[in-house]
């Protein structure tokens, strides 16, 4: 036995480390600047080493032919329940919301099962890292930045509190029930609902501000409280809150809160913004645009409103990203890109908000988002554009380490294909 | 009320639509190749296909330089445009239909259009084991309800099997404990009990077909007797039976899929379309053997149990294993861009663009036997054409115009233009009505409360 693990020793040293390695001849698309015909990229460590025409490599590195083939940097999905949702309807499977209004202490990256059968079907279409994000009640709980690749959640975790998420009240008139379809409330409910929560809320934030004093001053009956304590990094300022707002009404709102309390906010499921997007682009608050393919909120919005909502954010000089919200249609992700793209949003901008944009929204971009030196190797290697649905991924990259893109999808297609 | 409808129908044809030539465009006929040229208009008919056709005098010409026609979309699946879509009160609801609830003002016509689709198949819910009877519809935003049916289109009936028309029978899951209570459940509550439900309903239906057979022939040879008392419900089953209505059945496991099938093959009927059938790869070859389509999609997965084993190559499995395979929403957004679900079947199963293709033209078209009528670009069929501004297999390509029997139905240009005209319209009646309410605030209620 112990020769024998000497020998795969061996065998590995000579081979090079897994996370070494050089792709030649590629066209390379470092998102960050402009793409370069027939060029080598050096892997050393699991981070981008090289870039260049001519790479000059020690001799016995791995060397992969890129010839014809396309390299771009893993794309990030902002929003999704990666690996906390199995089967959506199957309550056991699914550990997105917990009970209770306040509870800024959960952790998502905790509940994100690494050997959920979503996660190479994910990854598969090139998206190498997501954010995973808790639900429920007003402050749900820390989302978490996700490589989608390791044998734990720890491995995978990139960022465990990259974001608190806080579904900012709004006043709704209407709901909608699987039993009985859309529910039409009253409006004085709804606003005496919604003057609730904006009371609760504010008071959650005084308790956590004077909580933060009572700890500076250190006295003796201070007593650690979880929940107030997981929300000093947001008082701080280092964790930006992922704020909820559809409508222009619940957009000013979020605005004129946070200012007020000082917070760093990243606004999410923005689908009617109206008059807010000056606002937003001189505020410099970034926005997650919500499924780009869906449909028009009121009857007589545009039929297009949803696909052209990007384009406008970008005309008004907003930054966004793009997540999918849910699990099912996360592989997705580059499309909803290309629907902007359809209807406006210049392609560089496209692809930058499902790489670059993400990562800098989320305060990562040294580390991911494109292929430049330093970086993480987070790459795919495709036969083409990887916002076009027909395009192949050939080959995908995760901190330099590749990654298998068989899932459950590409085995039971192999399986059943060759039925007699 | 049939003579009625066709004598509309005919003048409403000839008046609205004068020749029309789509120009200089890459036409995708999907059954003939793909060439440049022009597509030539009459009547609402397509009168000529060619690299060059001759224009007539006051045709109105479409210049599609640098564009893309294709056939309409024809979504096999969906459920806009209809009021209401289950009567879950029965397990078998045969007796309803989805024509006596149309309407034609459910915008979702209108988005479906731009989305590029002409026709679809508007089905009852999933929550009988035998459901409504369905209503094929072109997408003739602006017309009434009559004017919106595809007419002479062959009725169909909708089936269902596994988790929903069960769900009555055995509660479970979110939300549905509080509803598990032995008043309120509705048999079947098992896969066993849906087929039994079905087979027990033919069963009947075969009675019925031979009551009324008897009748016939005794009538024929001129006794007196008297007829055999309708039933709405088993009518459509006998029609079934008869082949004269097209059976459209959601599915999602192989071994329901294969029960339905064998049940069929038992009664003597063909199940025309297995919808959804997201396993149907796993019984491709016993699909292929009895004749029925399959539409599917294209990439739904893991949203409740039995579409866990679901695979974005379903669609290519099954083709490569002949079976006639369409792509469907069954979702007034997914409707909208059927063309690059399409798209996903060369990316999953590596389908050529045709075959991708024709997963929302021309095999539709043949699973609602249409296909004489629509499906593909071709001399004599429907000129029921979507005009895009790229390829429409890619990413980026977005509807231009959209043709319904040669009249243009959606033009984006129009569309864009108006859509100030219409804000100022909509700002305009909610300024009326917001002075109506001060007046009336001032008058004070007009009558005395009771």
């Known amino acids: 036995m112990r020769a024998l693990s000497l020998f795969w020793l061996a065998a590995a040293l000579s081979a090079g480390a897994d996370d070494t390695f050089l792709i030649r001849g590629a066209v390379i698309h470092p998102v960050s600047g402009p793409s370069i015909e027939n060029a080598s990229l050096l892997v050393q460590d699991g981070k981008i080493a090289d870039i260049g025409l001519k790479i000059v490599v020690a001799k016995g590195i791995k060397v992969i032919e890129g010839k014809g083939l396309h390299v771009y940097p893993g794309m990030i999905d902002s929003a999704t329940e990666v690996g906390m949702s199995e089967i959506g309807s199957v309550r056991e499977t699914a550990d997105v919301s917990e009970l209770g209004d306040f509870k800024p202490q959960l952790r998502a990256a905790i509940a994100v099962n690494p050997s959920s059968e979503h996660i190479p079907v994910i990854r598969a279409n090139g998206i190498t890292a997501a954010m995973a994000l808790p639900g429920g009640g007003v402050i749900a709980g820390q989302a978490s930045l996700m490589y989608l690749d390791g044998w734990t959640w720890e491995e995978m975790t990139m960022r ?100 007020k309390e000082r917070v760093r906010i990243v606004l999410t499921g923005v689908r009617k913004p109206g008059n807010t997007l000056a606002d937003l682009k001189a505020k410099n608050i970034p926005v997650i645009c919500g499924p780009t393919q869906a449909l028009p909120m009121e009857e007589d919005d545009s039929y297009d409103a949803a696909f052209s909502l990007p384009a406008e954010l970008h005309r008004a000089g907003v930054k966004f990203a793009f997540g999918s919200f849910g699990n099912q249609f996360s592989r997705n992700l580059p499309y909803q890109a290309a629907t902007a793209v359809a209807f406006g949003l210049p392609y560089e901008e496209a692809l930058k908000s499902v790489t670059l944009y993400p990562a800098q929204i989320w305060g990562v971009d040294q580390i991911m988002g494109s292929i430049d030196k330093g970086k993480s190797a987070d790459l795919m290697i495709t036969d083409g554009d990887p916002l076009e649905v027909k395009t192949q991924l050939k080959r995908l990259f995760i901190r330099g380490r590749e990654v298998d893109l068989e899932s459950r999808h590409t085995k039971l297609y192999k399986k059943y294909l060759a039925r007699p | 009320m049939k003579l009625l409808c066709f004598i509309l129908a005919v003048p409403a044809v000839v008046w609205a639509a004068p020749p029309v030539v789509v120009q200089n465009a890459t036409v995708i006929t999907v059954t003939r190749g793909a060439f440049k040229g022009s597509i030539l208009v009459k009547d609402g008919k397509i009168a000529e296909v060619g690299e ?53 003002e459910d915008v979702g016509i209108y988005r479906a259009l731009a989305g590029g689709v002409t026709t679809a198949n508007i089905l009852h819910g999933s929550a009988n084991s035998i459901g409504g009877k369905c209503q094929v519809i072109k997408m003739r935003w602006g017309q009434d309800a009559e004017g919106i049916l595809f007419e002479g289109a062959k009725p169909g009936i909708k089936f269902a099997l596994g988790e929903n028309p069960k769900r009555q029978g055995m509660p479970s899951g979110v939300g549905r404990r509080s509803q598990g209570t032995p008043d309120n459940l509705r048999y079947p509550g098992t896969r066993m009990g849906v087929e039994d439900v ?63 099938l064998r049940v069929a093959d038992e009664f003597g009927f063909k199940i025309k379309t297995l919808q959804h059938v997201l396993e149907g790869y796993k019984v491709a070859k016993e699909i292929a053997a009895h004749g029925a389509g399959a539409s599917t999609f294209s990439d739904w997965w893991a949203y409740k149990v039995e579409a866990y084993d679901a695979i974005p190559y379903n669609a290519a499995i099954m083709l490569k294993k002949g079976v006639l395979v369409s792509l469907n929403s069954d979702s007034g957004e997914l409707m909208r861009r059927l063309n690059t679900e399409a798209a996903k079947t060369m990316k999953y199963g590596g389908l050529t663009e045709n075959e991708a293709l024709s997963l929302i033209t021309i095999n539709p078209a043949r699973q609602l036997d249409l296909d004489n009528r629509i499906g593909s670009i071709e001399t004599g069929k429907d000129a029921d054409l979507v005009i895009y501004d790229k390829h429409p297999l890619s990413s980026y390509a977005k509807v231009l115009k959209v043709l319904i029997d040669g009249q243009v139905y959606f033009d984006r240009d129009k569309d864009l233009s108006e859509r100030d005209k219409r804000r100022l319209e909509k700002n305009r009646l909610l300024e009326k009505e917001k002075q109506q309410q001060q007046q009336q605030k001032k008058q004070g209620p007009r009558r005395p409360a009771a």
């Open chain 1, 160 to 259: 465990r509190d990259a974001a608190m998420v806080l579904s900012f009240p709004a006043i709704n008139t209407f709901s909608f029930s699987f039993t009985e379809g859309v529910v039409r409330g009253s409006y004085t409910d709804a606003k005496r609902n919604y003057d609730r929560r904006m009371k609760q809320l504010r008071e959650y934030f005084e308790s956590a501000r004077r909580y933060q004093k009572a700890k500076a001053a250190g006295g003796p009956g201070f007593k650690t409280d979880l929940a107030l304590e997981a929300m000093l990094p947001v008082l701080e300022g280092k964790v930006p809150l992922m704020v909820s707002a559809v409508r222009e009404r619940a957009i000013r709102d979020a605005l004129a809160w946070a200012e």
């Open chain 2, 52 to 104: 060059k056709v001759l224009v007539p005098p006051g045709a109105q010409v479409i210049d599609a330089g640098g564009q893309y026609v294709m056939p309409g979309i024809i979504d096999a699946h969906s459920h806009i445009a209809a009021d209401s879509i289950n009567e879950g009160s029965v397990s078998v609801s045969s007796m309803v239909g989805i024509e006596d609830v149309l309407d034609p």
């Open chain 2, 198 to 260: 079905i087979r027990q309903a033919f069963n009947e239906a075969k009675q019925y077909q031979q009551a009324w057979k008897e009748y016939r022939e005794k009538s024929a040879r001129g006794e007196k007797v008297i007829p055999p008392p309708r039933d709405l419900k088993l009518e459509p089953l006998v029609e079934a039976l008869e082949g004269k209505r097209l059976v459209h059945a959601h599915c999602y496991r192989a071994d329901e899929i294969l029960m339905l």
